[in-house]
Structure formats: structure tokens, C-alpha cells
């Protein structure tokens, strides 16, 4: 009969290399299609996302399933020969294993919503900036201007002003009225 011990290492062991040859063929995130023969496609393999589909991180992809494995093996392994409870083993395994897995989960997420940018662009983040009045304003008729911004680039943005300002002038934002932006002629 197979010891505990030997269940142990295994799914440690076996964790282990498939998470490195994972790693090593590039296969976090990357998708592939496996074709075996004339009619025998055994399907797609997604790294990424496990169950969910989307470009989101789920906590059931395969690398952080691999991680938990290769992590309750090990520890199960090394906890089988220093205590002899075998349900203390398996629990505490389990809890370092969903430790680690999730502690690498959380790193990875946060690494990822660190280096995503936002492009949200409020009312109040264009006052100040410059733009081209594209549609004229005349006698209290709203335009448009083209406002460039940091984080979306050329915004077009409806603009009212207190004189009558033609199309293609340079224009500064001082500030916001309704759904509009107040604009003034560019100096210079």
C-alpha cells in the first residue's frame, strides 16, 4: 500500500514541474491548441484564467492551482514525519497551502492594478488645459472643443464661452458650466 508520505511528495513533486515547465514554455497567460491527428483535438488550454472567462486574474488559474499543490505537498511531506496526527497534517497543509496561494494571488493582482493606468477623465481635470475649438461658438450657441489630455488623449468636449470665438482658434479651459467647459481665447 502507498504511504501518506509518498501521496504527499507526489502531488508535490508533480505541482512543482508542471508549474516550471509552465513558467519555462512561456505559459502564463499564453494559449494553445493541441492538435493530436486527422480528428483528435484534445482542446484548448488556457493559462490565464481558469474557470471564468474575460480578462480578469482568477484565483482558479492553473498557476495559482499549481502553487497550492506544490505547496500542500511539501508541507504535508514534511509535516508527516514530525507530527503523528495525520488530520493536523492534512489541515495544516492546507492552510499554508491556501496561504501561499493566496498570498501569490494578491502580489500578482496588485502588480497588475499598479502597472494598469487610468483613464478616467473627470469634468474638473480638463479646467486648465488647452485645446482647438473644432464647432464655433457664436451668440451664446455651445461648440466644441478638442481638449488633449495626459491620460485619453484628444477628448471633444462641449464648450461655452462668453464671446464669440471661431472654429480652428486655440483655446484655454477656465472652468465649467453644466455639461460644458467654459473657454477663453489663447493668449499669444
Known sequence: MISILTIYLLIAIVCAVLLVVMAALGGFGASYDVDMGPDADIGHYDAGHGDYSGSHLSPLSIPILLAF??????????LEGLVSNEYMVFGVAILVGVLVAGGMYWLVYALILKSQASTHTSMKDFVGLEGLLTIAIKSKEPGQVVINTENRGRVPVAATSNQDIEANTQVKVIGITGDAVMVEKKEG
Open 69 to 78: 499543490g506544490a505547496t500542500f505537498g511539501a508541507m504535508g511531506a514534511i
